[in-house]
């Protein structure tokens, strides 16, 4: 009865190549989002989907995009992987896009490019 | 530019003694502040939070104080039990205008020890 769930846990590529993590929640939310933690545990968001459309985009590279099939899948593929995106990827739904809706977390998939 | 400061990365506590998280922010266009808890390996969860028209939110044991005029707030945990040992994280948005972002700070590990 996982909330936010994510695949895969772990994820260990090379330099180059190209990577996709799953993110689905069953809570019925409308929207979610994609927040990352680099190695100084700074988390920090890249984006935020409501109903399937992009409303945050932060300063991320183009490398990142994000795609969101239905309301309650949004998948983060990253192409040309560089050793900077080594981090903790971190999935997030919430009821509305209103700010004071609670955001639930899943459980981070951690991303390492050798 | 860090927006939301935790200037301490840790602080370790006996339990039943009270535990007291600090933040501060540098936006004044902040009028929303969360405290988010993570443990190993999980994703963060929320704990509690407070809006700019009060100074004080209580929930059980936790305790969020905030200081507009020195942009400054608190987590008081009383009293403090093994199981809060986590990673607590401070968050701020902006209700109007801001829409759905949330701003980390770097997070405090607090241990209680017994």
């Known amino acids: 009865d996982t909330a936010v769930s994510q695949t895969p846990k772990y994820l260990v590529t090379q330099m180059g190549n190209d990577k996709s993590i799953k993110c689905e929640q069953n809570?019925?939310?409308?929207?979610m989002y994609w927040y990352k933690q680099d190695s100084k545990k700074f988390l920090k968001i890249m984006f935020s989907y409501n109903n399937k459309e992009l409303i945050i985009n932060e300063t991320v590279p183009n490398r990142f995009s994000p795609k969101s099939p239905d309301k309650a899948h949004l998948n983060l593929h990253i192409n040309s992987l560089e050793l900077g995106d080594s981090a903790v990827y971190f999935c997030?739904?919430?009821?509305?896009?209103?700010?004071?809706?609670?955001?639930?977390f899943g459980p981070g998939t951690r991303l390492t490019v050798l | 530019d860090q927006q939301v400061k935790q200037n301490s990365p840790s602080l370790s506590v006996q339990e039943g003694r009270i535990s007291i998280l600090n933040c501060d922010y540098t936006n004044s266009m902040f009028d929303y502040f969360l405290w988010y808890k993570k443990y190993p390996a999980e994703g963060p969860t929320f704990l509690i939070s407070i809006s700019s028209i009060k100074d004080k939110n209580e929930d059980g044991r936790f305790t969020v104080f905030l200081n507009k005029s020195a942009k400054h707030l608190s987590l008081h945990i009383v009293p403090s039990q093994p199981g809060d040992s986590a990673v607590y994280f401070c968050?701020?948005?902006?209700?109007?205008?801001?829409?759905?972002?949330?701003?980390f700070g770097t997070g405090t590990q607090l241990k209680v020890e017994l």
């Open positions: 809570l019925g939310h409308d929207t």
């Open positions: 968050a701020a948005s902006a209700l109007t205008g801001g829409g759905n972002k949330l701003t």
């Open positions: 997030a739904s919430s009821q509305t896009s209103v700010p004071s809706d609670t955001q639930y």
